[in-house]
C-alpha cells in the first residue's frame, strides 16, 4: 500500500500543472466550471487509484526465477544429443540472461588435435534469453522450460554460485562427454543449491541391466549413419557395460526426464517439486519432450548399401580369380588392407593416447590395425609373386579370433565393421587356399 501512495501523489504532482493551466485561461468562468473542474479531478483521481491497484500487486509480486532449459536435436553431430542450459530472469531488474556451458571455439589453436585427444575445453558463456531463442529457433530445434522450485535463500545461493562460475579464472572446464558435460554441470549445482536433498522417483546410483552409454549413442544418430559408424567404431568394450539411470543423465532429455519427476525433501522432512510444468517456449521438430526422449528407429540404408556392395565386389572377384583363374587379386587386397590400415591408426591413437572415455579396450583392434599399413608393401609384393604371405597366414588367424569375439558378444562390433572384418578373412582364406593349391600341384609335379 505503501508503494500505491507514492505512484498515486507522484501522478497527481505530475497533472497539478495542467489544474493550475485551467485555472488561470479559464478564470472568468471559473465559478461556472469550478463544479466541474473538481468533479473531473475526482474520477481521474479515481481511475488513477483503481490502475494502480490493478498494478501493483504484479510489480510487487514480480521474485526473480530460475529454470532448466533443455533444447531439441540439431543437425550436426555434437548437436545430437540436445543441449542443457539455466535461465535466470528478474523482470524488476530487466534481467533475463541464459547461462550455458556448452560454448567452445572451432578456432582454438590445435582444435582437431586437442579433440582426438579428449582435451577439449569448453566454457560458461552468458546470453540473452531472447538472443538465445532466436537461435535455437533459426535452426529449428525445440526449447523447453521448467521451472526451479527453490526457495529465495536456494535461488540466492545458485545465482551466486553461477556468477562464481562465470569468473574469467573460471569459466573454462575441461569437457568429458559422458561424465563432465552441458548437462552434468547444471545439475550438479541444482544438487549442491538446495537445504537438503533431491529425491528422484528411482534409486538412481542402482545400475540397469540394458542401458549402456552405446545404447544411447545409437538411441540418438538415428537418422545420421556416418557419424553413429564413426562414434561407433571409436568406442570400446567399457561402453556396452551397464550404467546407472545418473550416469545415462548425460542425456539432457533423461535429465529433464528425471527431474520433472523429483522432488525436494527439507531438512524438516518437507516435500516439494523439484521443477514445474514443462512449458514450451521455442516449437522445433520434436512435438513433446517424450519425440526427443524415445528418438524412433531410422533405417541407415547407406550402409546397407554400403556393406552389400562391398560383398557383391569381394565374393565374385574372390571365386573368379583364387578359384577359377588361380592367381591372386592383389589390388582388391591392397584396398582392403589399406581401408583396415587407416581406420585401425585411427582407434589405435584413441586406444593409447586419448583420454575419451570408453575408446580402450577396444576389440576392433584384433581386425583393423595400423600393422596393415606397415606390413603392406611386404605382403602385396609377395602376393604379386604368387608366394606365401605369411602376413595373410597371420591374419587370417587373428581374424578367426575377432569372429570369436563377435560371437562370443564380448563387444558391440558395428555391422559394417563386422563385414569388412569378414572380407579380409575371405582374402586371407582365398590366398591360403590358392597357396595350397599350388603346392600341391608343385608336389605332384615333382614326383
Known sequence: ?????????????????????????????????????????????????????????????????????????????????????????????????????????????????????????????????????????????????????????????????????????????????????????????????????????????????????RTFIHRYSQGHPWSRLGMDLCLGAKADRPITLRQREFVPFCLMEDFAHAEIEDPEGNLRPLTGAVRLIVAGKEQSPQDALHASEVTDWPLHLARILLFLIVIPLTLWSEFFRQRACWMLDLLLLLSAGVAGCILAFLATLSSHPCVDSNWLLLALHPLHLLCLPCAIRRLRKGLLSRYQVANFAILTLFIIVFLLKLQLIPATAVYLALALWIRAAAHLYLHRKTYLRQSLHNK
Request: aromatic share 16%; glycine share 4%.
Open 1 to 213: 500500500m505503501t508503494q500505491i501512495t507514492t505512484i498515486f501523489v507522484t501522478f497527481r504532482e505530475l497533472f497539478q500543472p495542467l489544474f493550475m493551466y485551467n485555472r488561470l485561461f479559464f478564470r472568468p468562468l471559473h465559478h461556472l466550471t469550478n463544479p466541474l473542474m473538481s468533479a473531473m479531478r475526482r474520477i481521474l483521481y479515481l481511475f488513477i487509484y483503481i490502475t494502480l491497484l490493478q498494478i501493483a500487486p504484479l510489480r510487487v509480486t514480480a521474485q526473480p526465477t530460475l529454470s532448466l532449459l533443455t533444447c531439441g536435436q540439431g543437425d550436426d553431430i555434437y548437436t545430437l544429443f540436445g543441449h542443457t542450459a539455466i535461465r535466470y530472469a528478474d523482470p524488476a531488474q530487466g534481467t533475463d540472461l541464459v547461462f550455458n556451458y556448452g560454448v567452445f571455439d572451432f578456432d582454438t589453436p590445435q582444435f582437431a588435435l586437442r579433440f582426438a585427444l579428449g582435451e577439449t575445453d569448453y566454457q560458461l558463456g552468458l546470453n540473452r534469453f531472447d538472443h538465445f531463442c532466436a537461435i535455437y529457433n533459426y535452426h529449428g530445434r525445440t526449447v523447453w522450460e521448467q521451472p526451479l522450485n527453490l526457495t529465495p535463500s536456494e535461488q540466492q545461493r545458485l545465482i551466486q554460485l553461477l556468477q562464481e562460475n562465470y569468473r574469467p579464472e573460471n569459466r573454462m572446464y575441461r569437457y568429458n562427454f559422458f561424465y563432465d558435460n552441458c548437462a552434468t554441470r547444471p545439475r550438479d549445482l541444482i544438487e549442491r543449491t538446495v537445504e537438503g536433498k533431491i529425491r528422484y522417483a528411482q534409486p538412481m546410483e542402482q545400475p540397469t541391466d540394458s542401458l549402456s552409454y
